[in-house]
């Protein structure tokens, strides 16, 4: 009977910066789990074929939810710049301009983590091995001295992170600067949606059989490390700012 409000009042509050920690470390365990199974090859030896992935090309697939969710991705990382120029407190509750800036500076340095481990991955996209009808022949991703025949550059996932980036956004409201009493319901709904969107968009290139589950786990687990450790780097300057701002209201 009083579980919900209990939770409601759970979820209204920010949890600490070692609660986050703590769910980062889970999250890594998890996914050095996955890594272990060997699921990913069951995974997509459920949706591939040897003469390839039959859903590659779908319509909804590769026209919605790969290339239209990459143009949504752009046009709100715009609208964070946007945010981050407005001169009032837009939209809803006082976000100062110190943590804009660090919200959006995170993001980037999200998406420039992921695009610079895919640059130097010899791992090749399931599409490409000769189980699915490539020439490139299954190495593990851990394996970080021999190629497997492919193009490679293709771990992490890059494209959950159009999602995954923006996890820095949630982080004004779940970790908010000392000396501000900020609800932490709102971060906790913007995590629910990118980590949805996230997931939605690793989906898709799984059926696709661009990038096995594994690929997406570590995408997340690349984004939200960046966002928090940076976040938890900065946090004393935008407390600074935020105890001068509390020191100036009269």
């Given amino acids: 009977m009083h579980t919900r ?142 190629t497997d025949g492919g193009p490679g550059r293709c771990f992490p996932g890059g494209h959950a992170s159009s999602a995954l980036a923006f996890l820095p956004l949630c982080l004004p409201w779940l970790l908010p600067p000392r000396a501000v009493q900020r609800q932490a319901a709102p971060g906790w709904r913007w995590l629910l949606v990118l980590l949805l969107a996230g997931a939605l968009a690793g989906a898709a290139q799984t059926l696709r059989g661009a990038h096995p589950p594994s690929h997406t786990f570590w995408t997340l687990l690349t984004c939200a490390s960046v966002s928090l450790a940076g976040w938890l780097g900065v946090r004393p300057w935008l407390a600074g700012n935020a105890g001068q701002a509390v020191a100036a209201s009269p």
């Fill in 5 to 146: 409000p209990a939770a409601r009042s759970r979820l209204a509050h920010p949890p600490s910066g070692t609660h986050l920690l703590k769910g980062l470390v889970a999250v890594l365990v998890l996914t050095l789990l996955w890594d272990l199974s060997g699921l990913d090859l069951s995974v997509l030896q459920a949706f591939g074929t040897p003469e390839g992935f039959p859903w590659r090309h779908h319509w909804l697939l590769e026209q919605v939810l790969h290339d239209g969710l990459r143009q949504v991705a752009l046009g709100f990382y715009m609208l964070l710049g946007l945010w981050l120029l407005w001169p009032q407190n837009w939209p809803g509750p006082a976000i100062d301009r110190r943590e804009r800036l660090a919200v959006v500076v995170l993001v980037a340095l999200s998406l420039l983590a992921v695009n610079l481990v895919k640059v130097h991955s010899l791992t090749s996209c399931p599409w490409d091995l000769q189980a699915f009808g490539g020439a490139a022949s299954y190495v593990s991703h851990w394996n970080f001295q021999d």
